[in-house]
């Protein structure tokens, strides 16, 4: 099964419409003429997708190169929910893509699985395309509770969704404890996670669903770890913080990733 690699901006709170713009040019002007074989999302605060969805959808040579993702969407429809953003708000700006359930998510604004839930199906009713994120935190991995979580994630941030849903989802593994800290799970580390998370989609949706679903590694990915941990039988692109803010740092990563690993 020939999955095509996803790789993932996650800007969080940084870069306006300016310096979006700065790095979508910088970026653009750098990959001129080349062609990779993944996809390529650009995940702005919700105020720079308006400058990203112009310079994507307007006048940029090369511009379909990059598709446009948002980091959260509201599990509401419309109306009364004061500093949220509806699905429907995001398509007018050719979002595909949406991150739900990141680790910063759940931990600072207390996103729980039901709540994740209901946002990954709120999505799939406007037929974006979730990120969904998972991942533990380093108390649960030392106290031998690596597989019980991701289960329970699993599962509860699952419930309802279709196999239809399946073929548009991508699952970002993503440690807690290797977010924005410098460290990078192993490779060992990285692939017995995914294979396990490969394995709950099995249980859940059959081997064929698993087969195909992407399911990337997120948590200190940079241009120098990017091919060890791709080269991973169940890894299939990054989701990327902090290394994607720098136009020539993520391109790297993008091509130290989609390059086989030479020993
Ligand atoms: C993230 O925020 O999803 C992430 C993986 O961040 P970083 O690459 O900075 O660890």
New binding site residues.
Partial sequence: MIRKPIFAA?W?MNKGASETEDFVRSFLSKIQGQSFPCEIVIAPPFVSLPKLADLLHGAVQNASAIQIGAQNCSQFDAGAYTGEVNVLMLREFFVHFVIIG?S?RRAIFGETDAIINAKLKKAREANLKPIFCIGETLAQREGGMLESVLRTQVTEGLQGLTEKDMAEIVIAY?PVW????GVTATSQQAQDAHAFVRSLVAGLYGTDTAERIRIQY????KPGNAAELMACPDIDGA?????SLEPHGFLEIIRNGTVPLVE
């Fill in positions: 996650n969080k990141h910063e993503e290797a977010i924005g800290t997120g948590g200190s990915v989701l990327i913080g902090g290394a």
